[in-house]
């Protein structure tokens, strides 16, 4: 129905009124010649209010036809609001991230003020944000000006009752975050002009646009966030290193439920912070992650063929490979099986271990891991690793206990995903899927490799010689491996032991077929220090096993994992001295 239906056919209804008019003038000359000017003069001011009248009722009408039968009514009235360009962002259960906000903002036209010194005083008082320079610009200059935006409703209602000349508002919408710092790193945020710059916000940037005011779920729970975050804070709060990652998977689903990163910052004010702050570690910085990848390295030499979990290796000297000589953080001096190169992390069985693997057939799994492409995931800030120039003998040594490559959190955690889920890598990914929804990716080893992985990372947690052992949670079946890699220092070309990135990876439940539902947790500090309660230690098993097992122990019951008392369990102690690499 066109605008000239809606209201009885403008032109027609103008035409007619026009003939009315015409009709009365010339009625009222008729009755002037008649010496009757007085009677025609009532009916002419009577029929004049009846025009408007009736005027006014077809207006009336056709606004009502236009509210009734518009799109807008069509879609039951649920309007965006003025300027709206962004759907809201929810997490998994629906819980509010992210959402457009009427705000208003200020504008000054020095044109129209009466008294510059009272309007001056006024708005410094109301609005203390206000920066009084560009006031001041304002009051000086020739022309409206805008001064100040986000007014919320009540800042715009206290600064309108103060009736100043010259001042006015314009409808505008804000991204707001009422979590402030929660989740910030995967949600992101936007410009004023409504366009994503980091996050969730970018990443997904004309979904939530053409979804706009509908809503647009993500992967993670806020609960099992909190719970996270809290833990890696107090992490944080207590080794003091000078950044951190926390990680929560669904290695079936490839969906993230957790990811923090630390330093933290405000969305709603992402100026506030600097540019280290708003970097999202998971995902766009890339670390020497240490002993961590031992964890593929054996799964490489089991679903290879070359190693069985009982295959043994001399551990009684160091190994001397070429020009270089690899060292255990602390030497067993004695022959290791595969499972106790694990458990006692021996850099020197792992890198026979990969050695017998051979360097092409090396370089192949980790690509098929996706340890030497950036992380597939929707996020725009996933980094591109560091991988060896050429794969020989001494790369794989280096990388089969972590060193000599450098990948990002998020890279670590898929191609753990994958030697944990029956052997399929499934990107990660932001979006929350659907119950059911299918899950796909190449096989890159075989259900046996991920059952015999699972055993041997339990081991490492719930056996004594574990270096993963204080990450257990009774119950739990917690399993896990930790990792302590140096930093390359250029001022002294060299490993600094001083500085180093220390870190557990972390699966729950290990029992169960390889189908039962099954998580992955990633606790990483970038350059703790040791504390008392450590022993001085800054190692992985001392200052991210702990924390690991205990967003474990919280988050377990958010995703149906229930403690299964008939576990045999082992005590919880303190970590092995020195406990490392």
Do not use: C
Not at 226 to 251: N, Q, R, S
Not at 268 to 294: D, I, L, W
Not at 321 to 342: C, M, P, S, W
Request: avoid cysteine.
């Amino acid at each position: 129905m066109s605008l000239g239906q809606q209201t009885f056919g403008g032109s027609t209804v103008s035409r007619w009124l026009k003939a009315r008019v015409w009709g009365l003038e010339h009625a009222f000359e008729r009755a002037r010649a008649s010496g009757k000017a007085e009677d025609d003069t009532r009916l002419r001011i009577f029929f004049v209010l009846a025009l408007f009248a009736f005027g006014f009722v077809t207006l009336a009408i056709g606004a009502t036809r236009a509210a009734l039968f518009s799109d807008a009514a069509r879609a039951d009235g649920r309007l965006a609001p003025i300027g709206a360009s962004r759907a809201d962002l929810v997490d998994r259960n629906g819980m509010l991230l992210a959402a457009d906000l009427l705000h208003y903002g200020l504008y000054v036209d020095p044109r129209e003020i009466w008294d510059a010194d009272e309007t001056r005083r006024s708005l410094l008082a109301a609005l203390p944000n206000l920066d009084p320079q560009r006031l001041e610009r304002a009051l000086r200059g020739q022309r409206r000006i805008f001064v100040l935006g986000a007014l919320t409703p009540e800042a715009r209602n206290r600064v309108h009752d103060l009736g100043l000349p010259g001042v006015s508002f314009e409808p505008e919408q804000r991204r707001v975050y009422p979590l402030g710092p929660t989740a910030a790193h995967i949600i992101g945020f936007a410009d004023s002009g409504g366009e994503g710059v980091s996050g969730a916000e970018a990443a997904l940037n004309e979904d939530i646009r053409a979804a706009a005011a509908g809503q647009v779920p993500l992967s993670i729970d806020l609960r099992v966030q909190g719970a996270l975050e809290d833990e890696l804070w107090k992490a944080v709060h207590e080794f003091t290193p000078k950044g951190a990652v926390g990680l929560v998977t669904d290695v079936h689903t490839g969906e993230i439920l957790g990811m923090a990163s630390w330093p933290v910052f405000d969305p709603n004010n992402p100026g506030k912070a600097g540019v280290y702050a708003q970097t999202n570690r998971a995902a766009a910085t890339v670390f020497e992650m240490g002993s961590t990848f031992k964890a593929f390295t054996v799964a490489i030499g089991l679903d290879s063929g070359v190693a069985t979990p009982d295959s043994t290796f001399d551990a009684t000297q160091p190994f001397k490979l070429g020009y270089r000589t690899i060292h255990d953080y602390h030497a067993a001096r004695k022959v290791l099986t595969l499972v106790e190169v694990f458990q006692h992390s021996s850099n020197i069985g792992t890198a026979k271990l990969a050695v017998g693997i051979g360097p092409q057939r090396m370089g192949k799994y980790f690509n098929d891991l996706g340890l030497t492409k950036p992380a597939p995931i929707e996020l725009i800030e996933t980094a591109r690793p560091l991988t060896p120039k050429k794969w020989d003998e001494d790369a794989v040594a280096s990388t089969s206990f972590g060193h000599g490559i450098n990948v990002t959190p998020l890279a670590l955690a898929q191609a753990y995903g994958a030697i944990l889920n029956g052997g399929r890598r499934i990107p990660l990914t932001i979006r929350k899927k659907e119950p059911g929804a299918p899950v796909d990716g190449p096989r890159v080893m075989s259900e046996r490799t991920s059952l015999q992985m699972l055993s041997i990372m339990r081991a490492n947690v719930a056996g004594e010689a574990g270096s993963g052992r204080s990450a257990n949670i009774p119950g739990l079946s917690v399993g896990g491996k930790t990792g302590t890699g140096e930093k390359y220092d250029p001022a002294i070309r060299g490993y600094n032991h001083q500085r180093q990135v220390s870190s557990f990876a972390a699966v729950f439940p290990t029992s169960g077929p390889i189908e039962a539902k099954r998580y992955f947790v990633l606790i990483l500090l970038d350059e703790p220090h040791g504390t008392a309660r450590s022993a001085g230690y800054a190692t992985g098993g001392w200052v991210a096993a702990p924390a690991a097992g205990r967003v474990i122990e919280r988050i377990a019951p958010f995703l149906g994992v229930a403690r299964q008392p008939e576990i045999a369990e082992v005590a919880v102690a303190a970590a092995p001295s020195g406990e490392g690499q």
